[in-house]
């Protein structure tokens, strides 16, 4: 208020986005960005969006599994030295893109016209993706509802659903307590309840006999796709308020079922199962090659989320320290994760005499079959697994927040003139697309082309997102221009460790992931059953799609330009005109002379004669401007 006051008297004015975050206080931020694109309402709403969106259900169900497969304890030591490598430097350069140009992944490839297919890969990718994402929240919800009951209904044999190869396991350890089970040829009631009551997979002999349409799983993604539709109605505004829920809230339940698990019998063999090290599986390449995948999916790097999010950042955000909480915050909760999850299993493992490793599995399983189970040894058991959904719900609706905010946004800033003043309208077209896509995954059959869309959408066409990403930034961008425009941006420029990963240590580490990705290819399957020819090539062309688009509008942008083909491309490389910081006053050096109308070479003058008064990010200006001048001046 007193800015504005000043404003009246004629006095020089520093803006918002000039100063310092110290400067501009704790309250929530008053800046006009262009053409109503949006922004973030509070200075917590992107790290909380961030945190979301990273921590999600892979961190509950993936990252437990793949600790105690590839050497227990001794796990962290590949996935903390990846984490180094490429999770947070690929992290904090998709955050520096989306802030810098305030753009989302389509629009922010003016940085280099010719790479715009990379941005049209990503939203292939995200869209993939939240189809059968949402189904995964539908499944949640319903076990949700389910829980609402005196008596689980997955706790003991006799329902319609069941058949005779049904064991109640508790019942029979309770009536023989001094008999380990036999569990061969047996099926646990909650795992028919899943696949039978739930997904009713009876109905469906294969991916290419879906069945009939589940009403109460259709009813259920409708229900997820509105919550979804409703949260994201005003764009960052509304979701960026709702996160302060979904993104801290799990964190509550977690606690509680971590102190709970710890507090059963038998928790001790469940944990040491999780971490005991062996340390001679880092001897093999295949659990490099986990912790690699593991932190490049938990992280959503590529997606075009951290890209998007970003872009609703004001000009001088401190993403620097932004990376450095999510991205460790997330390998911390995946750990804390595991100690709940296994403390549970280890009491399991107790109840029903049988090892651990016997009741533990990865995906899907350990979260609709395996703790659902346990939940039902414990006392007050529909409450615990209330407890339990309720988190998995809230984790998945913030990643979901996400891809729709990230297709929403690429193709607003794409299309702003006809887009942006119907956002609502436009968000809701998606939302209902979406849903009518995801019809087929609610069928029989619908388990069939879930799995095929998990293996096959965000695969190597992810990986070859980033790696394009990364080299186009930094060698066709230029390194040394990108981290003056984290200078402009910060106040400082990244260090060596970050320009090392950038050009080398990511770059190589992907590509031995999408190697080993080629190399190690397994056909899709779903329990006993594989799937057909035709589907794996179907999932096949599926993930190449989103690699195509890119030597496709290569083609395009450089059909655009005149001349000969080496000048085409040289052109089509270049930035576009108006590429860089979105308002005026955070524009300096090189980018001044894009701004319609803009006379001067020396954008500190026009900031002077503005507004008065130097801040210490026109010292910055200052300081981009000289090295500008001294690399003109070499050349």
């Known amino acids: 208020m007193k800015r504005r006051q000043a404003s009246h008297l004629g006095e020089p004015v520093t803006p918002d986005l000039l100063m310092t975050p110290s400067d501009q206080g704790d309250g929530d931020l008053e800046i006009d960005f262009t053409a109503d694109r949006g922004n973030w309402t509070g200075k917590l709403d992107f790290l909380l969006s961030c945190i979301g969106y990273c921590v999600g259900l892979g961190n509950v169900w993936r990252f437990p599994y793949r600790a105690y497969t590839n050497g227990g304890g001794a796990f962290l030591v590949p996935y903390f030295i990846m984490l180094t490598i490429c999770g947070i430097p690929l992290f904090f350069l998709e955050l520096s893109l989306g802030q810098f140009s305030s753009l989302g992944p389509l629009a922010v490839w003016k940085i280099s016209p010719l790479?715009?297919?990379?941005?049209?890969?990503?939203?292939?990718?995200?869209?993939?993706?939240?189809?059968?994402?949402?189904?995964?929240?539908?499944?949640?919800?319903?076990?949700?509802?389910?829980?609402?009951?005196?008596?689980?209904?997955?706790?003991?044999?006799?329902?319609?659903?069941?058949?005779?190869?049904?064991?109640?396991?508790?019942?029979?350890?309770?009536?023989?307590?001094?008999?380990?089970?036999?569990?061969?040829?047996?099926?646990?009631?909650?795992?028919?309840?899943?696949?039978?009551?739930?997904?009713?997979?009876?109905?469906?002999?294969?991916?290419?006999?879906?069945?009939?349409?589940?009403?109460?799983?259709?009813?259920?993604?409708?229900?997820?796709?509105?919550?979804?539709?409703?949260?994201?109605?005003?764009?960052?505004?509304?979701?960026?308020?709702?996160?302060?829920?979904?993104?801290?809230?799990?964190?509550?339940?977690?606690?509680?079922?971590?102190?709970?698990?710890?507090?059963?019998?038998?928790?001790?063999?469940?944990?040491?199962?999780?971490?005991?090290?062996?340390?001679?599986?880092?001897?093999?390449?295949?659990?490099?090659?986990?912790?690699?995948?593991?932190?490049?999916?938990?992280?959503?790097?590529?997606?075009?989320?951290?890209?998007?999010?970003?872009?609703?950042?004001?000009?001088?955000?401190?993403?620097?320290?932004?990376?450095?909480?999510?991205t460790l915050g997330n390998a911390i909760t995946s750990i804390l994760a595991g100690f709940a999850i296994f403390s549970v299993l280890g009491?399991?493992?107790?109840?029903?005499?049988?090892?651990?490793?016997?009741?533990?599995?990865?995906?899907?399983?350990?979260?609709?079959?395996?703790?659902?189970?346990?939940?039902?040894?414990?006392?007050?058991?529909?409450?615990?697994?209330?407890?339990?959904?309720?988190?998995?719900?809230?984790?998945?609706?913030?990643?979901?927040?996400?891809?729709?905010?990230?297709?929403?946004?690429?193709?607003?800033?794409?299309?702003?003139?006809?887009?942006?003043?119907?956002?609502?309208?436009?968000?809701?077209?998606?939302c209902v697309a979406m849903f009518l896509m995801g019809l087929i995954l609610t069928t029989d059959g619908g388990m069939y082309w879930l799995v095929l869309l998990d293996d096959y959408s965000a695969g190597f066409g992810l990986m070859v997102v980033v790696i394009t990403t990364c080299l186009t930034v930094t060698r066709v961008y230029g390194i040394q221009r990108f981290c003056r425009d984290i200078h402009m941006m910060l106040g400082f420029k990244p260090g060596l460790y970050f320009k090392a990963c950038w050009m080398f240590l990511s770059p190589a580490t992907l590509m031995a992931l999408l190697v080993y990705s080629i190399v190690k290819y397994q056909p899709s399957e779903y329990g006993t059953y594989r799937f057909p020819y035709w589907a794996e090539l179907l999932g096949i062309l599926m993930g190449l799609l989103s690699c195509i688009v890119i030597p496709a509008c290569m083609l395009t942008a450089v059909l655009r330009e005149e001349g000969t083909l080496w000048e085409r491309i040289q052109q089509a490389s270049r930035p576009a005109m108006d590429w860089g910081p979105s308002l005026e006053e955070n524009r300096t050096g090189m980018y001044v002379a894009t701004l319609a109308g803009s006379q001067s070479p020396k954008p500190l003058m026009v900031h002077m004669r503005k507004y008065g008064g130097v801040t210490s990010f026109e010292n910055t200006a200052i300081e981009v401007d000289r090295e500008i001048e001294e690399e003109e001046s070499m050349m």
């Open 115 to 326: 790479f715009k297919g990379v941005g049209v890969a990503m939203l292939i990718i995200v869209s993939l993706v939240a189809i059968y994402y949402n189904m995964i929240i539908a499944y949640v919800l319903f076990y949700l509802f389910a829980s609402l009951t005196s008596h689980l209904p997955w706790q003991h044999c006799g329902n319609w659903w069941n058949t005779d190869l049904c064991l109640d396991h508790h019942a029979m350890r309770e009536a023989n307590s001094t008999m380990p089970l036999n569990l061969s040829n047996t099926v646990s009631p909650s795992e028919e309840y899943w696949s039978r009551y739930v997904l009713h997979i009876q109905g469906s002999t294969g991916i290419g006999d879906p069945g009939e349409i589940q009403w109460k799983l259709c009813l259920c993604l409708l229900l997820s796709w509105v919550i979804v539709f409703l949260c994201i109605l005003k764009g960052v505004k509304s979701s960026g308020k709702v996160v302060y829920f979904t993104a801290t809230f799990p964190y509550l339940i977690l606690l509680m079922l971590l102190i709970r698990g710890l507090t059963l019998q038998g928790a001790w063999r469940g944990i040491q199962f999780y971490l005991t090290p062996q340390f001679d599986h880092l001897l093999t390449s295949k659990v490099w090659i986990e912790a690699a995948l593991q932190i490049f999916y938990s992280l959503g790097v590529g997606f075009g989320g951290l890209l998007t999010f970003a872009s609703y950042n004001t000009f001088h955000q401190n993403i620097y320290r932004d990376t450095f909480i999510v």
């Open 347 to 430: 009491y399991m493992s107790q109840e029903l005499g049988v090892p651990v490793d016997q009741v533990a599995k990865a995906g899907p399983g350990l979260a609709f079959v395996v703790y659902p189970q346990a939940m039902t040894m414990l006392p007050l058991s529909p409450f615990w697994s209330f407890l339990f959904f309720f988190m998995l719900l809230t984790l998945g609706l913030d990643s979901q927040f996400a891809f729709l905010e990230t297709i929403v946004t690429a193709l607003t800033d794409e299309f702003p003139y006809y887009l942006r003043p119907k956002k609502a309208i436009f968000s809701g077209t998606i």
